[in-house]
């Protein structure tokens, strides 16, 4: 059904970047056999799935959104892959993403724009656009995205999904293209937190093929899920931070979006939560501190892409050097946009700038990490979670914003703080503003995964 969705939509959405239905119906049709065999299968037997296309998968092309990737056909699975693929699911193809997941609107993909099926004149989020696409849209029940500065949270926002960001280091990286190795995180895009809850479960966990994982038991999403639906919220204190939509910081934010998200904190109310506001003054510096830190690692992490090991290859007919063949590659392989961060990012780590502008960034980013731990304190705010919007504007028409970079990156306000802390947060639908979608996000403190899922069950 899946397939026969994407063969019938997928032309006008573009979410994904490559489909292999003859796979897809073997690995089901071999999921019946040994249901029919009587075999003991995966907790997710049958269930089919999309994976973003910065997630690498064996024998499957990967290309992170990038012409520099083209034909590049990974020997190994991520992690993640593996795991859903360990657990029985079948997997649909790859979806569309911003080049290197630098973007919110999926418009920077060297692969075309991605539609978004609430309005096919607008864009679906980003950088995981295609994931959220193809979930909303009926072309996947659930999808993976990966989130460094909102990635996840953002898409699922302007689509009306669920979407969560685990803690740093609690969903394994091995084999996802990095972007930013300190931010990108892996994670679930459902329709419902269950969904949501239920594929975290089986991709988490500690994996010694990553250096940042954490070895730590995980939490019981599932039951924190269920808990939730209950509706009861009773003991629970939310803050609602001022920075991020309250008084004195709505700049930027869409009035409709506020009051969505207003009447999902009323809500909360309802359910029994106790909400109080809460100030985190170093959010304000989110943005800023971001914008550095992320191309940084970018510069980087994406001088691999040399012309030599990997995909595209331009200028290698005998008459150049090495450094001829690697410029040549990399000034046709790379975006405009991926080309702004190598170039900011190089910049801010010169010999010289490096402590005022990186420097500076990390500082400001311990600062953020602390306004979280103070607000979640028993001394301090003492709240159990934070809220805000996801995104302080609904889905905006395609091609609005691409020649503004700054109003770009102004979509990502709100779910910076949590990136630069390492600590969770989802989006869950909140509402509606002018007919499309606006979500609200829940932020927890580190490796408290299961409170984001039970206090968003709770607004489903
Ligand atoms: N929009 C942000 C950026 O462009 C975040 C991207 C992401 O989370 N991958 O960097």
Not at 68 to 94: F, H, N
Not at 341 to 367: C, F, H, N
Not at 431 to 446: I, N
């Amino acid at each position: 059904a899946h397939l026969d969705a994407i063969a019938a939509t997928d032309g006008t959405l573009n979410s994904y970047l490559h489909v292999d239905g003859e796979t897809a119906l073997a690995t089901a049709g071999e999921v019946d056999r040994r249901r029919a065999a009587g075999d003991e299968l995966g907790p997710l037997a049958g269930i089919p799935v999309a994976l973003k296309d910065v997630v690498v998968t064996e024998g499957v092309p990967t290309t992170s959104g990038s012409k520099i990737l083209e034909g590049w056909t990974p020997p190994y699975d991520a992690t993640v892959a593996a795991r859903l693929k360990a657990a029985g699911t079948v997997l649909l193809g790859k979806t569309n993403m911003d080049e290197f997941a630098m973007g919110s609107s999926t418009e920077n993909s060297a692969y075309g724009p991605t539609r978004n099926p609430w309005d096919h004149d607008r864009i679906p989020g980003g950088s995981s656009g295609g994931s959220s696409a193809a979930v909303a849209g009926h072309l996947a029940p659930w999808a993976i995205g990966t989130d460094t500065g909102g990635s996840i949270r953002q898409p699922a926002a302007v689509t009306g999904l669920v979407g969560h960001k685990p803690t740093y280091g609690s969903v394994s990286r091995y084999g996802l293209i990095a972007f930013s190795s300190s931010l990108d995180q892996a994670g679930p895009m459902a329709r419902t937190v269950a969904d949501a809850a239920l594929m975290h479960e089986v991709i988490g966990g500690h994996d010694p093929r990553d250096s940042t994982s954490i070895d730590a038991p995980a939490a019981p999403f599932v039951e924190a899920a269920r808990q939730g639906a209950t509706g009861d919220l009773s003991g629970v204190t939310v803050g609602v931070v001022r920075e991020l939509g309250g008084e004195g910081h709505t700049d930027g934010y869409e009035a409709g979006v506020l009051a969505a998200f207003q009447a999902g904190v009323d809500q909360l109310r309802a359910l029994g939560a106790e909400v109080r506001e809460i100030s985190c003054p170093s959010f304000d510096l989110a943005l800023a501190a971001y914008y550095l830190i992320a191309p940084s690692e970018a510069s980087s992490n994406l001088s691999r892409f040399d012309g030599v090991r990997y995909g595209l290859r331009v200028g290698d007919d005998g008459s150049r050097d090495l450094d001829e063949v690697m410029a040549l590659t990399r000034a046709k392989g790379f975006g405009p946009e991926v080309k702004r961060r190598i170039i900011l990012g190089t910049y801010a780590l010169s010999s010289g700038y490096y402590e005022a502008y990186y420097g500076q960034a990390q500082k400001v980013r311990t600062l953020i990490g602390r306004d979280f731990v103070s607000a979640f304190a028993a001394d301090g705010g003492a709240v159990d979670v934070l809220v805000s919007p996801t995104s302080p504007i609904v889905a905006f028409p395609i091609g609005q914003r691409v020649d503004d970079p700054l109003s770009m990156y102004a979509a990502d306000l709100c779910t910076l703080p949590a990136s630069l802390a390492g600590t969770p947060a989802i989006s869950v639908p909140c509402g509606l503003s002018e007919g499309l979608p606006v979500g609200l996000q829940v932020m927890a403190p580190a490796l408290a995964d299961d409170r984001c899922y039970r206090v968003a069950a709770a607004l489903e």
